[in-house]
């Protein structure tokens, strides 16, 4: 009996309809700049071969470094727990 994947949207085909896939962006959309310190929030926008985890989604963290043409993003998950995203800039928006 072989086991089936459990890869990163096993179990959430209703978040693959059409009405749930993010819209195609603009290149205005596509090239964000953002500061050290600044608050972002993390949405799913563009593709999805890129996105974070669909756990993040909503959540608010802090910049506080800039790798390629992503960022790194502090969050916090629980009250003590502090989470580090590599995310790219299309899928952050300034809070």
């Given at each position: ?67 390629g043409g992503a960022y790194v993003v502090e969050l ?11 995310v790219n800039q299309r899928h952050l928006e300034k809070?």
């Amino acid at each position: 009996m072989t086991e089936r994947s459990h890869g990163l949207f096993s179990g959430r085909t209703r978040h693959l309809a059409r009405h749930h896939k993010p819209s195609k962006l603009g290149i205005t959309k596509l090239i964000k700049n953002f500061n050290i310190g600044d608050r972002v929030a993390i949405v799913q926008k563009g593709s999805f071969k890129d996105i974070p985890h669909p756990r993040y989604r909503g959540r608010v963290g802090t910049i506080t470094e800039k790798r390629g043409g992503a960022y790194v993003v502090e969050l916090m998950v629980s009250n003590k727990t502090k989470r580090t995203l590599v995310v790219n800039q299309r899928h952050l928006e300034k809070m």
